[in-house]
């Protein structure tokens, strides 16, 4: 019965330790202008896929470093640019995908 408690404790304590290097991100829903069709389905997210298909949401993320790949046709048709994003912990992070980038919005938040 002692390690019960014990293993409660662990997983209590790596729960809360876990929640502290999250950060929220909201992906805006509009295309940019003069985007080509299905612009977000072409989008290369990686760990940051569900927010791309969850527009519009607040999506809980953990903290750090992602890579994106964002169409750019206006370069070079059919052309996917390398965008990094930081997303920090205990912050909203919003994104507005561009043509060939993205514009990112961040603020601390209270938890």
């Known amino acids: 019965m002692s390690g019960m408690p014990r293993l409660l404790s662990a997983f209590l304590l790596s729960a809360v330790a876990g929640a502290a290097l999250a950060g929220e991100v909201i ?20 760990d940051l896929a569900n927010a791309i298909a969850k527009r ?17 046709d206006s370069m070079v048709p059919g052309s996917l640019t390398d965008i990094k994003v930081t997303i920090d912990e205990k912050s909203l992070t919003r994104l507005r995908l561009t043509e060939c980038g993205v514009e990112l919005n961040a603020q601390s938040v209270r938890r």
């Open 56 to 72: 519009g949401q607040v999506v809980d993320v953990p903290a750090g470093a992602y890579h994106l790949r964002v169409p750019c």
């Open 27 to 46: 992906v805006e829903k509009d295309p940019p202008e003069h985007a080509s069709a299905h612009f977000f389905e072409r989008v290369q997210a990686g």
